[in-house]
């Protein structure tokens, strides 16, 4: 916007006729032909900012990840998973999607990146507690489906300036034509669910393709559990407006205040952070047990690249 002054036009009419015509000076303002940076959000960059505003600004204004992140076993575990689960439905015929399959597909997966862990038997665990998700899967699931995406890239932009961008693990198409999201989670059920990054991806996919979103769901890997939601066009506006107001918060920031917590002991931005001297954070590389891995807290996805031999 900029500041103008513009001469204002007085008519009085006296008998149905012009009488007198004065000018003055008014203050006006005029919309500056500016172009708008382009705000890209994901729903770990979303979660970050609410978690932590430090740990977003470190991540995704300074770009530090590359220099401070680190690989850690949760997110390498959660990478091979992930990735068994793509091979499985886009690489082998339904009929061969077994057990066996399944198994080899994650030792395959494992050999490539086989980083963040302490030692053998750390990776060893891991490998394990992997193991253990894709067996219940392949047995408790439905895995001779045809899903329409699997591991897609997918993004839009919702408003001028403004767009959203993520990585959806699968998309079904039900029976009517229309679409249900599917993400999948290799640690514990949290107490309350957080439907802010399916419905990103609904949102996203609702704009891109002619296609309606009606479900969301997340399936629990380690529990065999699901949680799913109903979608329709209303709380997709609300999600709209919402991530809109974000997106507004996040373009007025400036202080990016530090926010300790539960979150701090996985953070890769701990060793800089200023809450660490302030006896905030408490890092330690411990053995995570495997009921508690973190990764309901942690946002960030491990590298887009691990089961032992």
């Known amino acids: 916007m900029f500041y103008a002054r513009v001469a204002e036009l007085n008519v009085r009419r006296r008998n149905n006729r012009t009488d007198e015509v004065s000018f003055g000076s008014v203050s006006v303002f005029v919309r500056e032909n500016s172009k708008t940076a382009v705000l890209n959000l994901s729903p770990s960059g979303i979660a970050t900012f609410r978690q932590c505003k430090l740990q977003y600004k470190f991540r995704y204004v300074d770009k530090l990840g590359d220099r ?9 575990m959660a990478n091979h998973v992930h990735a068994t689960l793509h091979d499985l439905f886009s690489l082998v015929p339904p009929q061969n999607r077994t057990v066996g399959t399944a198994t080899a597909l994650l030792k395959k997966n494992w050999r490539r990146y086989r980083a ?3 030692d053998k038997a750390d990776e060893t665990r891991w490998a394990q507690k992997a193991l253990a998700e894709v067996t219940r899967f392949v047995t408790e699931r439905d895995v001779t489906i045809a899903p329409m995406m ?3 890239q997918i993004e839009q932009e919702i408003t001028p300036g403004l767009v959203l961008r993520g990585k ?7 029976m009517d034509g229309s679409l249900r999201v599917i993400d999948y989670k290799t640690g514990a059920v949290p107490e309350n669910v957080d439907w802010t990054q399916l419905m990103v991806y609904a949102l996203i996919l609702s704009r891109s393709t002619a296609c309606t979103v009606s ?5 629990y890997l380690l529990s065999g559990t699901t949680e799913t939601r109903q979608v329709d066009r209303r709380t997709l506006e609300e999600t709209s407006w919402e991530l809109l107001r974000v997106a507004s918060q996040i373009r007025k920031e400036r202080c990016y205040s530090p926010c300790p917590g539960p979150a701090c002991a996985g953070c890769d931005f701990a060793v ?12 330690g590389e411990t053995r995570l047990p495997l009921w508690r891995d973190f990764s309901d807290i942690l946002v960030e996805s491990c590298p887009s690249t691990c089961v032992t031999d």
């Open 68 to 76: 401070y992140g680190k690989p850690r076993p949760y997110y390498t």
């Open 116 to 118: 963040g862990f302490r």
């Open 150 to 152: 699997l591991e897609r």
């Open 168 to 174: 959806v693990d699968r998309v079904d198409r039900e």
């Open 215 to 219: 479900r969301l769901s997340y399936f």
């Open 272 to 283: 800089i952070c200023p809450a660490k001297h302030e006896g905030y954070v408490q890092i």
